[in-house]
């Protein structure tokens, strides 16, 4: 490896200008990091009753892996691969309703499952059909029946990943929370995806960058909890602004929490307000250019515009521009890498390790 970031962060310095540059980690990433962690895929709305179909590409534009949301006639879930075991042909076009999947190129069927059903012309061929012939099944997990995530190799098992979120979080009723479109939209950054995440996991800059959130946040209360695969900032409320209504007993109960902003490794965001859920999912479309889905799931709409939950737009422009600042700056003959603050900067250099250590 030819990168290597101290464990100690009261020494290290961050991964060098040439990281963000190097095409080679780029791709590896994709096998090393992309498809060993959970991602997000699609909704459960998606697929809502049995015979539902939905095809999908997986990080499109980057792992581009055709991949297929079904709801059997017994109404089990299932992610299959979209790739006919044939000749390669994408099985399903478009969402919709089916009885079975049926290969428009040559007729060969299959269950919503994935199971092979039939075959023409094929009565000749010997040790046919095999289990090879069936569409492969892609593992999925829901979070809250609510957002389906695959991985094809997961590292941990997806409960494991997501347990510090709902250790702390899971008294929200995440089943009921709904989908807005209209306060949902995608973001098209000029930087490499890793150093939207590095912005994204400091509140260092927000005095500086996010002048109305500082309002709204308390800089001095502002922490970061490191756990295996990502961290959790904690934004603590400034006198008056709102807060979550804690339950009984709570971990944070008697602290005015305005914000749980938890990161998942790699490439994952989900912002608990105390309306909802902003997810946040940052999508490599090139070395230097990404895309970050804002997707909205409200629980409280009467809460929507206030605190640290309101202006979601305005503080993702604030960061997008230093974010593409900070891109042209790695490119710079004059820079190598920099340090962390060892107060203010945890997330940064465990993103940094973990690159790292699975890139
Ligand atoms: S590629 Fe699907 S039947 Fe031939
Ligand atoms: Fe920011």
Known sequence: MKYSVDPDITKASTLPGSYYQDVEMYDRSKTGIFSKFWQYVGDAEEIKSPGFVCPKLLLPGFLDEPILLTRDLADQTHCISNVCTHRANLVAEQPGNERVLRCRYHGRKFEL????????????????????????NIEMQSLGDLLLFTAFNPHVPFDEYLKPVMDRVGFMPMNEFQFDPSRSRDYLVDAHWALYCDNYLEGFHIPYVHSSLNEILDYGEYNTELFDYGNLQLGIAEGGELSFDLPKGHQDEGKEVAAYYYWLFPNLMLNFYPWGLSVNVVQPLAIGRTRVSFRTYV???????????????????????????VARGLRSQNYDSGRFSPTREQGVHQFHRLLVEFG
């Not at 499952?113 to 492969?136: H, I, R, Y």
């Open 113 to 136: 499952d994935g199971t092979f059903v039939s075959m023409p012309e094929f009565e000749q061929a010997k040790d046919f059909p095999s289990e090879k012939d069936n569409l492969p």
């Open 299 to 325: 629980w409280k709409p009467e809460l929507l515009d206030q605190g640290a939950g309101s202006g979601l737009d305005r503080v993702e422009r604030e960061d997008e521009i230093v974010v593409e600042s």
